[in-house]
C-alpha cells in the first residue's frame, strides 16, 4: 500500500535560520511527488513537484529513492513561510493522490 | 474564473441532522475529490468521482455520500451527522493531464454537537 509519513506534526524554527520539512514514502513503483501549501486562512495550493526541479518561494525538494524521501528544504526561513505543509504521492496509474499527515511550520521572529 | 466553489464556509450541525456540502468547479475538470482534514490527521479521501456518473469510495466514505449528476457539481451528503464527522471538508477537481494540478476549494468547516 501506499504511505506518506510526515514525522514532524510541528515544526519551529527562527526566522533567517535553515528549514527542513521530512517526507517520507512507501511506495514499490516509480512515484510522483508533490509538496502542498496552505496559509491560515487559505486554501491548499501546489507549491513544487519533484520531477519539475524547481525553485518555488525558495524552497527545493529531491526525490532520494535510496531512502524513499522527498525533503522540502529552504536555506533561510521567513515568517511569511509559516504554513501547513502537506507532501502527496501519485502513485502510477492511480487517479487520486495520497497525502501525508501535514507539518506545521512556525517561523520565529 | 472562479476555480472550486464551495458552500457553506461553516456550519453547525445538531446530531442525526443531514445536510449538503456544494461543490462547483468552472474549469470543466472531469477529476473531483472530496477530502476531510482532521487535526494531526492530514487529509483523508472521503470519495471521488472521474467523471459525470461515475463516482467510487475513498479512505473513509462511511457516513457519507456523493452524486455527480453534471461535470461542474459534486456535492457531498451527510445523512445522519454525528460528533465524529466534525472536521473541515475540502473539494479539489483536476483535470485529465496530469495529478499535480489539484485546485482546491476554500474549505466546509463543520460541527456536529
Known amino acids: 500500500a501506499q504511505r506518506v509519513t510526515q514525522p514532524e506534526k510541528l515544526l519551529s524554527v527562527f526566522k533567517g535560520a535553515p528549514v527542513e520539512l521530512k517526507c517520507n514514502y512507501s511506495?514499490?513503483?516509480?512515484?510522483?511527488l508533490f509538496w502542498y501549501v496552505q496559509y491560515s486562512r487559505q486554501r491548499l495550493q501546489l507549491l513544487l513537484r519533484h520531477i519539475s526541479r524547481e525553485s518555488i518561494k525558495g524552497f527545493t525538494a529531491d526525490l532520494n529513492k535510496g531512502e524513499t524521501s522527498f525533503h522540502l528544504k529552504k536555506p533561510f526561513a521567513q515568517e511569511e513561510d509559516s504554513a501547513m505543509y502537506y507532501c502527496a504521492l501519485a502513485p502510477q496509474g492511480a487517479q487520486k493522490l495520497v497525502f501525508g499527515q501535514g507539518t506545521r511550520l512556525t517561523i520565529n521572529p | 474564473n472562479a476555480g472550486v466553489t464551495q458552500t457553506p464556509k461553516f456550519r453547525i450541525l445538531k446530531i442525526g441532522q443531514s445536510m449538503t456540502l456544494q461543490c462547483t468547479q468552472d474549469?470543466?475538470?472531469?477529476?473531483m475529490y472530496w477530502y476531510r482534514q482532521d487535526p494531526g490527521m492530514g487529509l483523508k479521501l472521503i470519495y471521488y468521482?472521474?467523471?459525470?456518473?461515475?463516482?467510487d469510495k475513498g479512505e473513509v466514505p462511511n457516513g457519507y455520500n456523493v452524486s455527480r449528476s453534471t461535470t461542474e457539481d459534486f456535492p457531498l451528503r451527510l445523512e445522519l451527522a454525528a460528533p465524529s464527522q466534525t472536521s473541515v471538508y475540502f473539494c479539489?477537481?483536476?483535470?485529465?493531464?496530469?495529478?499535480?494540478?489539484?485546485?482546491f476549494g476554500s474549505g466546509t468547516r463543520l460541527t456536529v454537537v
Open positions: 468521482s472521474v467523471g459525470a456518473g461515475i463516482t
Open positions: 479539489a477537481s483536476r483535470n485529465s493531464r496530469g495529478l499535480y494540478g489539484y485546485t
Open positions: 511506495y514499490s513503483g516509480s512515484p510522483e
Open positions: 474549469m470543466n475538470h472531469n477529476y
